[in-house]
């Protein structure tokens, strides 16, 4: 099987931490390229995986050699480097959220479909073996029908630094950063129905803080650092309906005074049987009596298991597991809840 060529573009933590590593040792792939905006740093990259450097994504897709491209910057540009790829005849994996406006995600959206290219969006927590396992379960109907789920993602003290902060950069706050990766999970695990109304609440009462012995996760890049901007939530409570009937709810903090809860939770509840993420655990009755069944499962690497399906999917053609069309849904989602929360009033997804 030959080998595809791929390039990054945006080489901050995400990239660093999965996309380089994971696309280096892969069998099937040359990592030909890397592109950034500090140049510096795209240079520095380029001498560790043994690739060429560019200043910008433009250069990389102009000049650069490629099958295909991950796209790790932060999210206001995703869609600009996306549509551009696409136009280079590219296959893409961008990272979450797709977008953070329902006009680009609706954009990107049209494009891939009009096109014969791979889009693919970064839902990594579907590559969880738990997280699959848990699906798997729901869509084969041992559970009924799913008509209420709860998904959530909190940390105490877990504010990042960088990018992250700015509105205008990000799109948002912990909604945007982690707790797409906790509805996009259980909006899967629930087979996915049409979102109909969102009732969302944005808070920002405790950050920036000064709370002493906390980490930090700390973009690589020095975007809103020299004089950051802090003007996104803190915390973010949404209840979601579907046009099925069903509903959920999701919470999502970088800071909030409670306990620490920094693994995804979640919980589906149907009409034959009840499940848990973490504890792993089917609610069940046997013989008419209650019982609870623990899964068993290996812990896997799932963003090494996201860059192979990426990866596949390109050698192969086949649609990937989170395509543009669901990334779609996810944004639309998302602007719901930031609407609701500034009407302070429930809203229809559009």
């Known amino acids: 099987m030959d080998e595809k060529k791929i390039g990054v573009v945006g080489i901050g933590a995400i990239a660093h931490l999965f996309h380089l590593p994971h696309y280096a040792q892969h069998p099937f792939v040359e990592l030909v390229a890397v592109a950034?905006?500090?140049?510096?740093?795209?240079q520095q990259t380029a001498q560790q995986y043994a690739c060429q450097a560019y200043a910008s994504a433009e250069q990389m897709y102009a000049d650069a050699d490629l099958d295909a491209v991950s796209i790790c910057t932060f999210n206001e540009s995703h869609v600009r480097l996306s549509l551009q790829a696409i136009a280079a005849g590219?296959?893409?994996l961008v990272e979450k959220p797709m977008t953070t406006t329902v006009e680009d995600a609706e954009l990107l959206q049209?494009?891939?479909?009009?096109?014969?290219?791979?889009?693919?969006?970064?839902?990594?927590?579907?590559?969880r073996d738990d997280c699959r396992v848990l699906q798997s379960v729901a869509a084969s109907g041992e559970l009924g029908d799913i008509y209420f789920a709860k998904a959530r993602i909190l940390r105490r003290r877990g504010v990042p630094l960088g990018w992250f902060t700015s509105m205008q950069l990000s799109g948002g706050g912990p909604m945007m950063d982690i707790g797409v990766?906790?509805?996009?999970?259980?909006?899967?695990?629930?087979g996915m129905p049409q979102p109909d109304k969102a009732m969302g609440k944005l808070f920002r009462?405790?950050?920036?803080?000064?709370?002493?012995?906390?980490?930090?996760?700390?973009?690589?890049?020095?975007?809103?650092?020299?004089?950051?901007?802090?003007?996104?939530?803190?915390?973010?409570?949404?209840?979601?309906?579907?046009?099925?009937?069903?509903?959920?709810?999701?919470?999502?903090?970088?800071?909030?005074?409670g306990n620490q809860d920094d693994a995804m939770k979640i919980e589906l509840f149907g009409t034959k049987g009840g499940a848990s993420l973490e504890?792993?655990?089917?609610?069940?009755?046997?013989?008419r009596i209650p019982?609870?069944?623990?899964?068993?499962?290996?812990?896997?690497?799932h963003y090494k298991d996201e860059i192979a399906h990426f990866v596949e999917c390109v050698l192969t053609r086949k649609q990937p597991l989170s395509d543009a069309s669901q990334g779609c849904e996810?944004?639309?989602?998302?602007?719901?809840?930031?609407?609701?929360s500034e009407a302070n009033d429930a809203v229809t997804v559009v």
Do not use: C
Not at 110 to 127: E, K, N, Q, T
Not at 183 to 190: P, Q
Not at 291 to 301: A, E, P
Not at 335 to 340: C, L, P, W
């Open 279 to 287: 504890p792993l655990t089917l609610f069940k009755e046997s013989n």
């Open 90 to 92: 590219l296959d893409v």
């Open 36 to 42: 950034d905006q500090d140049y510096d740093r795209a």
């Open 330 to 340: 996810i944004v639309k989602m998302l602007d719901a809840i930031r609407r609701s």
């Open 181 to 190: 990766h906790a509805l996009d999970a259980v909006w899967w695990m629930m």
């Open 110 to 127: 049209r494009a891939a479909a009009a096109s014969d290219r791979i889009v693919m969006v970064g839902m990594s927590r579907r590559y």
């Open 205 to 257: 009462r405790i950050a920036p803080y000064a709370t002493k012995d906390t980490g930090s996760y700390e973009a690589r890049s020095s975007d809103n650092k020299l004089q950051p901007v802090y003007d996104v939530e803190d915390l973010g409570t949404a209840y979601i309906t579907f046009d099925n009937g069903a509903a959920l709810t999701l919470e999502a903090s970088w800071a909030v005074n």
């Open 291 to 301: 019982v609870d069944s623990r899964l068993s499962v290996t812990k896997n690497d």
